[in-house]
């Protein structure tokens, strides 16, 4: 855990000096997340970005830091649609000993409709299959969809839902998280 948080911290220190960051907090009662987003590369065709979040589940004592990069654009035809595809690197420990290592790709998708004045809706898919994972894991699956709303053009408040399994051999599934949370976000 100590290594899990110096790497996060070291991202931190690495994304505050930058413009454009986003922060990203959500909790429920038995678990919290805490996520840094830093845009690497924007023009008109999309832009590329790098994330890299913190998860900890009290009620399953589980640990899981993961990281990545994203290539997102508008498609010209539908007004506030933003999709894209990514990259993920996860790795962590559960309270039985399983350790997780993995590298997922998957896809995102976000909807601001301009007649909803600031609505927000998000999706998230993310596979790591066997051939990506290591140690103990033999594979992983991230989903999440929330629906938020922009208070001011840089502060957003959701209600999100998010499951993240993976499959161990002995143990067959474990649920690493599945909570509805309440969260923010905000960019600076």
Known sequence: MRKQLAAFALVLLMAGTAHATSFDLSFDNDSAQVGLTQPLVADELGASRFGARLLYNGDENTRLLSAGV?????????????????????????????DILAAAVGGVASYTPPALGGVVFGAKLYVAPKIFSGLDSDGLL?????????????????LGYQNIRSDFGRLDTWTIDEAVRLGFAATF
Request: charged letters at 20%.
């Open 142 to 158: 991230e989903t999440a969809v929330r629906v938020g709303y922009r208070v001011t053009p840089k502060i957003e408040v959701y």
């Open 70 to 98: 994203e290539f997102v654009g508008e498609p010209g035809n539908v007004p506030g649609l933003e999709i894209g595809v990514g990259v993920q690197g996860y790795g962590g420990r559960t309270d039985q000993g399983q």
